[in-house]
């Protein structure tokens, strides 16, 4: 009883250790975006006057409320909540409120990571509990 328990959790170990860092890069393939977050967003009266005040080869973002220093991977962006500013298409601004809190991929490589280890330990106890239960013939 005790060889099969132990079988189990290796093969389920080994298993999960497979499984979750191919699940988190499958979630940041499909969902993830690079956005530059944009705290405190401006309204459209705002918006124009910095508009106004904004001259070519000057950082865009900053027109539309504080941005993030750097660009940040995120998972299911809202998409009524994203923007993609004239002045230069190719950015993608998140306007997040106070209390929103968007889910980052580096969060859910985190829990891969913590899974990994997680999962591991689980095969190497099981597999302890395989060999220990042969030995003992339990």
Not at 39 to 47: I, K
Not at 78 to 106: C, F, M, N, T, Y
């Amino acid at each position: 009883m005790l060889a099969r328990i132990g079988k189990a959790a290796a093969a389920g170990g080994i298993g999960l250790a497979l499984l979750l860092p191919l699940a988190a890069w499958a979630l940041d393939a499909r969902a993830g975006r690079d956005v530059w977050l944009i705290s405190q967003p401006f309204d459209e009266g705002m918006v124009e006057a910095q508009r106004s005040l904004w001259e070519k080869g000057q950082p865009v973002p900053p027109i539309y409320g504080q941005p993030s220093n750097e660009t940040i991977r995120v998972l299911f962006p809202d998409a009524s909540k994203l923007l993609s500013p004239p002045e230069d298409p190719s950015l993608i601004l998140l306007r997040v409120h106070e209390g929103d809190h968007p889910l980052q991929a580096r969060t859910a490589w985190l829990i891969a990571k913590l899974g990994l280890v997680a999962s591991l330990a689980m095969a190497a106890a099981g597999g302890g509990l395989l060999g220990w239960a042969r030995r003992h013939n339990a």
